[in-house]
């Protein structure tokens, strides 16, 4: 396990903040109107309801003519308040204070696949939370990779992927599965390119990948968020666009992605594409369909 993380202490900050403009609220505001009260402490509480809807009015106005099924407002709506619900449950407790939960673990010998877990862009391990306790459950050794300095290259995380994927391996015998999510499956293609990874991968699995860049990113100033680009050279120059190499990948992609849009840039030519409709960018990594097929697939490696 990492023994620290940057993000972590960075994120611990806005639930702090949250949690006490609301408590504020309730006290100023309740001997005036305690219903008043309620209703701005819940729209402090949870502020990030409003951007995640522009994000899902974008996705669905830029996807238009996307060879994926239009969503309809009824599965934009009820994606919108999952992953509101999420977002508050992953950005506010898992990652900033309970990401250490789940150790990674690595008995020696172990006879199922090893797996490594890879987290997306402003994420840590502890994103990985409930992922990780299936995988201990079903006997997999495991390692969740914190990838920081938090604002950088891709391409700087390729050593600490490859540190991980060495650990599984000398605990397993042979190469383990890399479960990836968003930025983090552009992370191990990059790792690919570097590290001569396709010999040490048996497959990848990417969940909400912007393996052709995303619309949302043209707005970003930052390192990793201009390499996910829609047609930018970075991405361009990945290996994984060739069939022999797609192959090695299983693409996760939705029609409600709120941040990989139009949803066809999350998969790969020849991979093997799937689609789950309905479910949102963080929503997706935790549906029970790609949860039980990834683990049936590490069974079956």
């Not at 209703?39 to 830029?62: K, N, T």
């Not at 938090?150 to 540190?163: E, L």
């Amino acid at each position: 396990m990492s023994p620290g993380s940057q993000l972590a202490r960075l994120q611990m900050w806005a639930p702090i903040g949250l949690l006490a403009a609301s408590l504020a609220a309730l006290v100023l505001l309740w001997p005036w109107s305690p219903w008043v009260a309620c209703v701005v402490a819940l729209l402090i509480a949870f502020a990030h309801a409003a951007p995640l809807g522009i994000e899902f009015a974008l996705l669905r106005f830029q996807s238009r003519g996307d060879p994926a099924p239009r969503p309809s407002f009824g599965q934009l709506l009820s994606a919108w308040a999952r992953e509101v619900a999420y977002d508050a449950l992953i950005f506010g407790w898992r990652q900033p204070f309970d990401w250490r939960r789940e150790p990674d673990h690595l008995p020696a010998g172990s006879p199922a696949a090893g797996i490594v877990f890879v987290h997306g862009f402003l994420c840590n391990r502890g994103f990985w939370n409930p992922w990780m306790r299936q995988a201990r459950a079903r006997g997999h050794a495991f390692v969740a990779v914190n990838l920081e300095p938090v604002f950088c290259s891709i391409d700087d995380y390729c050593d600490t992927i490859d540190q991980a994927v060495a650990a599984v391996t000398r605990a397993t015998g042979r190469a383990p599965l890399l479960i990836c999510h968003s930025m983090g499956g552009l992370a191990a293609r990059a790792w690919l390119r570097r590290c001569g990874g396709r010999t040490r991968a048996a497959h990848v699995v990417t969940i909400g990948t912007p393996h052709r860049g995303t619309w949302l990113a043209r707005f970003s100033r930052l390192p990793n968020g201009r390499q996910m680009q829609v047609g930018c050279d970075w991405i361009a120059a990945l290996p994984g666009a060739e069939p022999e190499a797609s192959r090695l990948f299983t693409c996760w992609y939705s029609n409600c992605d709120n941040v990989v849009f139009p949803p066809s840039m999350a998969t790969l030519p020849a991979a093997d594409n799937r689609l789950h409709e309905g479910a949102a960018h963080v929503d997706l990594a935790f549906r029970p369909a790609v949860m039980d097929h990834t683990f049936e697939l590490a069974a079956r490696l």
